[in-house]
């Protein structure tokens, strides 16, 4: 039997912000290292993980058009693959490839060495958000426990 990974195997009612209160890509990025900080998996020091988002954004913008963003950092700060999950009511420029506004964030920390994990996640988050009706759903969740619900049900399809 093939182990598939899934997406919600890395998250937590505890990491998603259904109102985020940033109003720029700094501050969206700096709300949501902070928040997945409270996670047992991920080391608080020093804001490790706002800097290591912060410097793969550098490379080039994890604004990936339609109004979705997928930040994400390896980072020796994380334990484990991490995800946090936000939403924005305002549109954000995140810079993104098709110059429109970001309001759902995937973001996630990875240890540098899970480096399958990571790619088979992003690539499962790439693929879902694809679908106009995804997104539309995720926009609608109420709960952080119905955004999990929703991506599971969507994942075992």
């Known amino acids: 039997m093939i182990n598939i990974v899934k997406i919600t195997d890395y998250m937590s009612e505890e ?14 990025l700096l709300e949501l290292s902070k928040l997945m900080e409270t996670s047992p998996n991920i080391s608080n020091e020093g804001n490790n993980i706002y800097k290591s ?5 550098k490379l080039g913008s994890t604004g ?13 700060a994380a334990k484990e693959l991490t995800i946090a999950f936000g ?15 970001v ?30 009706s995804f997104r539309q759903g995720l926009l609608e969740c109420k709960s952080a426990s119905e955004v ?4 599971s049900k969507k994942e075992s399809v």
């Open 103 to 132: 309001n759902i964030f995937f973001v996630f920390a990875s240890p540098n060495k899970d480096s399958q994990i990571y790619l088979k996640v992003l690539a499962r988050i790439s693929r879902l958000i694809r679908e106009e």
């Open 87 to 101: 939403i924005s009511k305002e549109k954000i420029d995140f810079k993104s490839m098709d110059n429109e506004g």
């Open 148 to 151: 999990i619900e929703y991506i």
């Open 53 to 57: 988002l912060v410097e793969r954004e």
């Open 15 to 28: 990491l998603i912000s259904l109102n985020l209160k940033a109003k720029t890509k700094d501050e969206v």
């Open 64 to 76: 990936i058009g339609k109004g979705v963003a997928i930040p994400h950092a390896k980072t020796e």
